[in-house]
């Protein structure tokens, strides 16, 4: 075990962020807990219940045995009541479905991007939603022609409720520097508007919730061109299942609504700080890029 005592200011500041990163919110309690006789009583409370559960159920099925058809007319004709006629099972709803068309209609009733990000925050029907601390919106010119889109809010992004925010704002900020561009000159933004707990990825059905918002976010800002950024804002416009190094560095087109799209994809700001070699497949991109969109 890691004794703090044992540590430096800066080893300590860094283990704090690494848990921070990872979801942690708080790393002491009020009182000492004693985990290991907390989960003794749940088992045995487990273990009770499950006995109890199953004395209820063989008690229910001796006096729930369906009854004969001799003995259900017998008991009609005793008490003088017809047979009961057979009840439909009722159809249970499918909140994800219901999520999905409730975001729908929030975004396509909005006219503008502000009246987009107050339906967003209105919103309730995405889990992701509980466990953020802000919803992180569209940031930068909406008249720039240019949007910038990664995958999900990160720490830094969920802390201060912009998009791109920390270190990874800052290779972002490098990278469009490179070509002449910087955070005023285009509009950022992540397809999951919400950070999920512990920095996992959206589940498909988080994905599925959140796509009429993003969708209309392109729509209403009418870009001229999109950089995509990573594997699974990549994966989420053109599809399939392969690594941002095959989708990266060609121009594809995407259909948002009656508008066709061109879109290029690229290395994440978090591949260039993770691995450092990248940087060289990056300003390739970059360059195609800026090539575009000076053309």
């Known amino acids: 075990m890691i004794s703090c005592d044992t540590m430096s200011p800066a080893e300590l500041a860094a283990l704090l962020h690494f848990h921070a990163e990872s979801g942690v919110e708080w790393m002491l309690e009020d009182d000492p807990v004693d985990r290991f006789a907390e989960f003794a009583e749940a088992k045995a409370a487990r273990g009770n219940g499950a006995s109890q559960a199953m004395q209820r159920t063989q008690t229910l099925e001796r006096s729930d045995a369906p009854a004969t058809p001799v003995a259900r007319e017998n008991g009609n004709r005793a008490t003088g009541k017809a ?18 068309a409730e975001a729908r209609f929030a975004a396509e009733s909005a006219r503008s991007l502000d009246e987009l990000k107050s339906a967003m925050e209105a919103f309730s029907g995405c889990n992701l939603r509980n466990s953020a601390r802000n919803m992180v919106f569209a940031d930068g010119n909406p008249a720039s022609g240019i949007l910038v889109i990664g995958p999900v809010p990160n720490g830094d ?22 070509i002449g561009l910087d955070r005023t000159s285009v509009l950022l933004t992540n397809v999951i508007p919400w950070r999920p707990p512990g920095n996992r990825p959206p589940s498909p059905r988080e994905t599925d919730i959140c796509r009429p918002f993003i969708e209309r976010q392109i729509a209403l800002s009418e870009p ?49 700080t993770s691995a450092p070699a990248s940087k060289r497949l990056a300003w390739q991109d970059l360059l195609a890029f800026r090539a575009r969109i000076r053309g």
């Open 83 to 100: 047979p009961a006629a057979p009840t439909a099972t009722p159809q249970m709803a499918i909140p994800d479905e219901q999520a999905i």
């Open 157 to 178: 992004d969920d802390r201060e409720g912009v998009p791109f925010s920390g270190k990874q704002g800052q290779m972002l900020e490098r990278m469009l520097a490179a």
């Open 224 to 272: 001229r061109h999109l950089l995509i950024l990573g594997n699974f804002a990549a994966r989420f416009f053109f599809g399939g299942n392969e690594m941002i190094h095959h989708m990266r560095g060609e121009w594809r087109d995407i259909q948002i609504g009656n508008a066709t799209v061109p879109a290029l994809a690229t290395l994440h700001p978090q591949d260039l």
